[in-house]
């Protein structure tokens, strides 16, 4: 397989892409980390209420 001229352009597109949607990837992974650890904190306190019944 040979990319001519412009095999420099089509491989750093690839790897900026690749580079993008991995960011993308671990960027939501973290998120929904950190929503579930604040969902679960919400659903305790729901749970305790302020008057310490369910």
Request: aromatic letters at 6%.
């Amino acid at each position: 397989m040979t990319l001519g001229q412009h095999a420099g352009y089509i491989l750093g597109a690839y790897a900026f892409t690749a580079l993008v949607v991995g960011g993308l990837t671990l960027h939501a992974l973290r998120d929904q980390r950190s929503r579930k650890r604040e969902l679960d904190r919400l659903q305790g306190e729901v749970k305790d209420g302020p008057g310490g019944r369910a």
